[in-house]
């Protein structure tokens, strides 16, 4: 018998069979500090993970937050739906938002503000 496939995974193989969807919605408390959490965890995690939807309704991210957030959909390559309806973002964040979600993440289909 060949000594067959168990064992030590690389971290490449680990990272995509874990996160696709990321429901956070409802989590009031996340707030500005989260969601500036959430950005550098996109961004440093994202290529060890198939993330294609990410779920941020009520969750009080702040303006400024959720434009840290449309940042790091750049690294996302296979996001595909970001929902951050009901959080009360003036206009100019979310022209912004929707702007750098058409441009840096292409497979976009589904932007809800």
Known sequence: ??????GVQSQDQVGHTCLQV?????????????ALML??????SAPYMP????????TTPTDDGVASIADA????????DVDVGGNDLDART??????RL??????LSLIHI
């Open 39 to 44: 950005a550098s965890f996109l961004k440093h």
């Open 22 to 34: 990321l429901r956070l919605h409802g989590n009031a408390g996340i707030g500005r500090k989260g």
């Open 73 to 80: 959909v750049q690294y996302c390559p296979l996001l595909l």
């Open 1 to 6: 018998g060949g000594g067959g496939g168990g």
């Open 102 to 107: 058409t441009v840096l993440a292409q497979n």
């Open 51 to 58: 993330l294609t939807r990410v779920d941020l309704r009520w």
């Open 94 to 99: 979310e022209a912004l938002l929707s702007e």
